[in-house]
């Protein structure tokens, strides 16, 4: 079964200061990750995907990841926070190896505070 | 605009009552997904769908749960009998087939009294 973990239900940062959201993985065959914002009454929506192509992926609104498998991690930074980007972000992995179980697995959500 | 939409934004019902949720999904997309985002459980997957046919119905939390889709397009999730602890967000996401990009709507705000 595979399973996410994100580390901290709350982060706050200064605004300009560097934002980073903790995700590990746990899977037993290779992992697509994502990470998914979701603004305050709105749906979800799409920041990065890895899909093993490059181990750092980018993003929109100038957020990225990095994959490492030796730490079965998956987090999300960005170098200078702004204040549009206060919002909960949900880190998810899906198997890309089982057909037809292309169910996303999600993590709890870290809900992001920039403070000006 | 060209996105997933979903149907009602808001939905109040009584405890017992049935309630239907529907999700229009983008123009093409052949995968279909619902899941809900609760307190108490996070976001949890539903069912899935590809075409009409629904291969992993794993994630209905009980037989009171069910989910159709016609024509590959439209889907409703109906809940029978709603109970307390039915209310959350139910979301719907699409995507172009196998593995790719899930796109969600916006979702249903169910709440039960």
């Known amino acids: 079964a595979q399973s996410v973990t994100q580390l901290g239900s709350h982060v706050s940062v200064s605004e300009g200061a560097l934002v980073l959201l903790r995700c590990n993985y746990s899977?037993?065959?290779?992992?697509?990750l994502f990470w998914y914002v979701q603004y305050p009454n709105q749906g979800l929506q799409l920041l990065l995907k890895?899909?093993?192509?490059?181990?750092l992926v980018k993003g929109i609104n100038g957020f990225e990841a990095e994959f490492k498998k030796s730490e079965t991690s998956f987090h999300l930074t960005k170098p200078s926070a702004h204040m549009s980007d206060a919002a909960e972000y949900f880190c998810?992995?899906?198997?890309?190896?089982?057909?037809?179980?292309?169910?996303?697995?999600f993590g709890t959500g870290t809900r992001l505070t920039i403070i000006p | 605009g060209a996105g997933v939409s979903q149907s009602p934004s808001n939905k109040v019902t009584e405890k017992g009552k049935d309630v239907e949720l529907r999700c229009d999904p983008i123009?093409?997309?052949?995968?279909l997904y619902w899941y809900r985002q609760s307190l108490g459980q996070g976001l949890e997957f539903l069912i899935y769908?590809?075409?009409?046919?629904?291969?992993?119905k794993s994630g209905l939390p009980s037989d009171r749960f069910s989910a159709e889709r016609t024509g590959g397009s439209v889907s409703t999730l109906t809940i029978q009998r709603t109970q307390q602890e039915d209310s959350a967000v139910y979301l719907c996401?699409?995507?172009?087939?196998?593995?790719?990009?899930?796109?969600f709507g916006p979702g249903t705000r169910l709440l039960v009294l």
């Open positions: 996401a699409s995507s172009w087939g196998v593995l790719e990009t899930q796109y």
């Open positions: 899977s037993s065959v290779p992992p697509y």
């Open positions: 890895y899909t093993s192509a490059a181990t």
């Open positions: 998810a992995v899906s198997d890309k190896v089982r057909f037809g179980n292309e169910k996303l697995t």
């Open positions: 123009s093409g997309h052949t995968a």
């Open positions: 769908f590809q075409g009409n046919s629904a291969p992993d």
